[in-house]
């Protein structure tokens, strides 16, 4: 289950680091590797199927993504689980990120995938963060808006959990 939304705000600034763009401050690759690929392999059994799994990320702020097929879900999408690296955090979205508006995702997504996928990140340690909080305006403390033009300005999504 996700962090409320004021939870979820007081982490996101804490873990946003001035200095840090792609990982914080002694981030263990290592370590954060292997809890990946545990997460992966649970949610093959979990699903009973073969995820699609994106280890080769670089210059991102995202450590990688799993995704289940459609044909494992009973909500007939894939799911998308992108894992930040920054403070364990988690996005699950279904489809794509930004396929579909909150409510969509809530009458959409069904309850048993949520669960399952829930029910893995949990025992693993991470921490849900609702996609769509992501989508707001990063107004966080470092310089990532200069590199952005005003027109088309970063989210948080894009500070924690994409490529920069």
């Known amino acids: 289950m996700p962090l409320d ?3 979820a705000w007081a ?9 840090h763009m792609e990982f914080p401050r002694g981030h263990d690759h290592t370590a954060t590797r292997a809890r990946f690929d545990q997460l992966a392999s649970r ?4 699903f009973q199927c073969t995820c699609i799994v994106d280890r080769e990320v ?6 990688g993504t799993i995704v ?10 894939h799911i998308t689980v ?22 969509e995702e809530r009458e ?3 309850d048993t995938d949520r669960h399952r996928v829930d029910d893995e990140l949990e025992a693993l340690g991470y921490i849900r963060i609702s996609e769509h909080l992501l989508w707001t305006r990063y107004d966080g403390v470092s310089d990532l808006v200069s590199y952005y033009p005003p027109e088309h300005p ?3 999504w894009t500070r924690l959990f994409d490529y920069l």
Not at 11 to 19: A, C, G
């Open 5 to 7: 939304d004021q939870h």
């Open 11 to 19: 982490l996101l600034r804490e873990l946003d680091d001035p200095d």
């Open 43 to 46: 949610l093959d059994q979990r």
């Open 58 to 63: 670089q210059d991102a702020s995202h450590h």
């Open 68 to 77: 289940v097929p459609n044909a494992a879900t009973v909500s007939g999408e």
């Open 82 to 103: 992108t894992v930040s690296n920054f403070g364990a955090l988690a996005a699950v979205t279904l489809g794509n990120s930004g396929s579909y508006d909150e409510e």
């Open 108 to 110: 959409l997504f069904q």
């Open 154 to 156: 970063p989210t948080w």
